[in-house]
């Protein structure tokens, strides 16, 4: 909700939530930072997964699409801003100074859309209570509004937050799970094999498992196996591929093998599967 400037005629559209529910995420026309201050939680970003232990952050978009799967004690609190929040404002509201449409570059890295973001900034532990401490006195800015200078100190508590996010992100590498997830949604359509993802995670087998099935719940060839379905699934809907074809296009070297494992997986032929989806689509 965006909020009503009690010392100047203007609406500033920002919104700071307390107790942020996780349930409504993303806010429309909004970027929002996500600050998970105790439990964690499970889900789905942009068709990765996502496992989040406090303290930690997320940062997302609203053409970002994510799903919640679980939340153990989970408690966390949001602010979201809407993008030309971060414009450049004239000296004394006039244009004689500065084009009003200046637009303030720190923190946009995190947001952009790209094949290497996750949405979650790494953050270490001596960063972690800098970062929170100017998030809490920017909340408590948002309701205080204590001075007409008050949208001027939660940009820079803004600016000063996402600078170090994006800081500490230049710094650090993906995880081995990151660079696997990004290797198998590059790579799916061809033969791809647990040697590939060990040399490209760096890890032997065992080590490489137990970090999948920490995040995703599966092993690295059983994700492998769940996306290549997923985008078969996609390409059972929308296209009119034969089933030879999409097992090609998603990896798979025979159909019967394709067929075999999509049966298994979904609990029904990916015929059956492509004439109820196509009715259900069309009904939307």
């Given at each position: ?173 993906q995880s081995p799970v990151d660079l696997v997830l990004e290797y198998i949604h590059t790579n799916y359509a061809n033969k791809v094999t647990l040697e590939d993802l060990t040399k490209c995670a760096h890890l032997n087998r065992v080590s490489l498992n137990k970090m999948f099935q920490e995040r995703c719940g599966c092993t690295a060839i059983g994700y492998l196996l769940l996306h290549r379905l997923k985008v078969a699934g996609d390409l059972l809907t929308h296209t009119g591929m034969s ?42």
């Amino acid at each position: 909700m965006p909020q009503i400037d009690r010392h100047k005629d203007r609406t500033v559209n920002i919104e700071f939530i307390a107790t942020e529910d996780l349930n409504r995420l993303p806010y429309q026309e909004r970027l929002t930072i996500i600050f998970i201050t105790s439990g964690s939680i499970n889900g789905v970003l942009n068709e990765r997964p996502i496992a989040i232990t406090a303290p930690g952050v997320l940062c997302l978009t609203e053409k970002d699409s994510i799903q919640i799967i679980e939340k153990h004690n989970a408690s966390a609190q949001s602010f979201s801003y809407h993008p030309d929040f971060l414009n450049t404002v004239p000296i004394s509201e006039t244009e004689d100074y500065f084009p009003s449409h200046l637009k303030i570059q720190t923190g946009l890295s995190l947001f952009q859309d790209n094949p290497t973001r996750t949405g979650v900034p790494f953050v270490t532990e001596k960063a972690y209570p800098q970062i929170f401490e100017w998030f809490f006195v920017l909340g408590t800015e948002v309701f205080a509004q204590s001075d007409a200078n008050w949208v001027c100190r939660i940009k820079k508590y803004l600016i000063q937050i996402l600078g170090l996010l994006e800081d500490l992100n230049r710094q650090s590498e993906q995880s081995p799970v990151d660079l696997v997830l990004e290797y198998i949604h590059t790579n799916y359509a061809n033969k791809v094999t647990l040697e590939d993802l060990t040399k490209c995670a760096h890890l032997n087998r065992v080590s490489l498992n137990k970090m999948f099935q920490e995040r995703c719940g599966c092993t690295a060839i059983g994700y492998l196996l769940l996306h290549r379905l997923k985008v078969a699934g996609d390409l059972l809907t929308h296209t009119g591929m034969s089933l030879n074809e999409i097992a090609r296009a998603t990896g798979f070297e025979y159909d019967t093998y394709f067929i075999k494992q999509f049966t298994a997986k979904k609990g029904l032929s990916p015929t059956v599967y492509r004439n109820i989806s196509r009715q259900f689509a069309s009904a939307q």
